[in-house]
């Protein structure tokens, strides 16, 4: 079957993974990544992003659930599979006496309709490196060259474990750019990534994974939206929290003092600012330091994944 625009590249549902003494890794997951998407799964160590990366190259077989890549289940029908697909694993092996030019074009033997080694290597910046010996090599450059291997073969769907650990700024926006054009001339990319900043600058949607589960979905955007704004200013002198309106009117949902700085929590940002403002213009003083913010990904992410441990820790509780 030949996919089209329209359809779902990767099909997950209630997709589980357990290992051999029986711990359950990957515990019931629904999700999908449509045509020419970048998806990223985000998640704490250990969450299962790599434990799910491994079913859906066809690794090896869910213990439930379903797999769809390009309308094929990876494990049993790998043959169908495998040839449009280019992947990067966590850990890259390949012989380190070989150089950087010889490891692709070894590569690029087993693969069919492979790029030219020169085009490959200069896709990811090592096409002054081509001699170089891979042992030689930085651990960032190691990365760059998995990089290019995954991408040998033109693949429709990349899936990409970690790309940019190990890379440094410069190295990981490279890739940022050239993950970008992949996508944009129709290249499928599934990513885990532990840098919240990739998966908010380069994800068009994510999932937060916490012990084997999806926490949060969505764009990041959508994901972020979710969390209340943060309002913080400076206390003015001689004044105190209590002398300020009641934070329940301002529509406070939650706050932190720190010293003489106050740090609000608010999903009606613009009701909470004004109020504040006009309560400081009335009283006739400054709020010195006044900073309005959305969340970002990273807040939105540490308060989903306590919250999901905090979730989990309760109906153990409830069940026990
Ligand atoms: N071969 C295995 N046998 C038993 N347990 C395993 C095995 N591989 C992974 N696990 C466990 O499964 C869970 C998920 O691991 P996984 O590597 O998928 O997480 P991850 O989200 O990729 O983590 P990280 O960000 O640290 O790479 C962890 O608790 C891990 O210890």
Redesign the pocket.
């Known amino acids: 079957m030949e996919t089209n625009e329209h359809e779902h590249v990767i099909e997950v549902t209630d997709l589980r ?1 357990v ?3 029986g ?1 359950e ?2 515990r019931g997951i629904t999700f999908h990544v449509k045509h020419a998407e970048v998806f990223a ?1 985000l ?12 079913l859906l190259e066809g690794l090896a077989a869910p213990a439930g659930g379903r797999v769809r890549v390009l309308g094929h289940d990876p494990y049993t029908e790998r043959a169908a599979v495998r040839p449009r697909t280019g992947v990067m694993l ?1 850990e890259g092996g390949f012989p380190s006496e070989l150089t950087v030019g010889e490891t692709v074009r070894m590569w690029a033997g087993c693969t069919s309709g492979a790029r030219p080694v020169e085009e490959a290597l200069e896709l990811v910046g090592l096409g002054r490196r081509s001699g170089v010996r891979v042992k030689q090599l930085s651990g960032g450059e190691r990365r760059r060259l998995d990089l290019a291997l995954a991408l040998l073969g033109k693949p429709e769907v990349l899936f990409l ?2 790309p940019t650990t190990g890379l440094d700024a410069e190295g990981r926006r490279d890739t940022w750019e050239l993950v970008r054009r992949l996508r944009d001339t129709g290249t499928t990319v599934l990513l ?1 990534t ?1 840098y919240l900043e990739e998966a908010e600058g380069l994800a068009d949607r994510l999932a937060i ?1 916490h012990e ?1 589960r999806i926490a949060a979905a969505g764009t990041p955007a959508e994901v972020t939206a979710s969390q209340p704004a943060r309002i913080s200013f400076e206390l003015p002198d001689s004044y105190f929290l209590g002398d300020l309106p009641s934070l329940g009117e301002l529509g406070v949902v939650g706050h932190e003092t720190d010293g003489r700085v106050v740090r609000l929590r608010t999903h009606e940002v613009q009701r909470t600012a004004t109020e504040l403002l006009v309560w400081a213009r009335e009283a006739g003083v400054e709020l010195r330091g006044l900073d309005v913010r959305s969340a970002s990904l990273e807040e939105a992410f540490l308060r989903i994944a306590g919250r999901a441990s905090a979730v989990a820790a309760e109906k153990e509780e409830v069940a026990a």
Do not use: I
């Open positions: 993974r290992y051999g003494g711990f890794a990957v799964l998640g704490t160590n250990g969450a299962g992003k790599t434990s799910t990366v491994e966590q474990d970690e885990t532990h994974l084997g």
